[in-house]
């Protein structure tokens, strides 16, 4: 599945970075600095109803020389629907995707790229060795993260410590074989792309990764139901 590039690092220009940003009209500007200064094409995913297009607008006004594109959308996609919109826009060989809150840098974003080099897919994890943890999260959240990853396991089969960090890269060569059969569109949508992609024969690495906790979380308690009975319906429907 695999055809190697050369060398252990692969061309900025040739990543396309995908920013899921629904109604992140407050937070979104603090990501704006760290990516100022990336090679590739920044795509980001709007479908809320606050002034975060608008606020991209005029950042992408200021910075001509980056290659910024603002999809909107007139209803909410899910997690997993804007990353997939934003993964079907992409026009380069590899393309990722981070949180619109900046818990994961840019330059870690780019060590994810890199590693595509040798790798169909790179994805981050703060629960393997070599993770840093600068700001954690609660007791609360941390024990959810664990009995959430004991399911994925348990279920999928899927060897990995951590499929819901959001900094995750692919070939997209390996992105486009899988998206026809992916169908969740919310929080579960990182299970269902790595699934597919180990069914298909991808080899994807897991990555430590340097992650911060930023403010509030965007998952409630109904989000966390709901990807438990998407998981369910995913595996058995």
């Known amino acids: 599945m695999l055809n190697d590039t050369e060398g252990g ?10 920013i899921p940003a629904y109604n ?25 109803t606050d002034a975060t297009p608008a606020v991209i607008g ?6 001509p020389l980056l290659r910024i594109r603002c999809l909107t959308f007139p209803a909410r996609l899910g997690k997993g629907g ?17 949180d619109a809150d900046g818990s994961t840098s840019l330059s870690e974003m780019e060590r994810l790229f890199d590693r595509l080099a040798t790798a169909d897919g790179a994805i981050g994890s703060r629960w393997v060795p070599g993770s840093v943890l600068t ?9 959810e993260s664990r009995l959430f990853n004991l399911l994925v396991r348990l279920l999928f089969g899927l060897d990995y410590r951590d499929t819901q960090c959001g900094a995750k890269a692919f070939r997209k060569e390996a992105v486009d074989a899988v998206l026809s059969s992916t169908r969740s569109t919310g929080f579960e949508f990182d299970v269902e792309l790595l699934w597919r992609l180990a069914q298909s024969g991808y080899r994807v690495e897991e990555v430590p990764i340097t992650w911060e906790n930023r403010d509030e979380s965007k998952v409630m308690a109904s989000d966390a139901k709901e990807m438990l009975r998407g998981m369910l319906r995913l595996r058995f429907g």
């Open 135 to 143: 700001v954690r999260q609660g007791f609360r959240r941390r024990a």
């Open 82 to 98: 804007g990353v997939v919109a934003g993964m079907k826009a992409a026009t380069t060989p590899f393309v990722g995707y981070m």
């Open 58 to 63: 005029a950042f992408a006004a200021d910075h």
């Open 24 to 48: 992140e009209e407050r937070r979104i500007r603090s990501l704006f600095k760290d990516i100022s200064g990336f090679a590739g094409d920044l795509v980001f995913v709007c479908d809320g």
């Open 9 to 18: 690092e692969v061309n900025r220009a040739d990543c396309t970075l995908v």
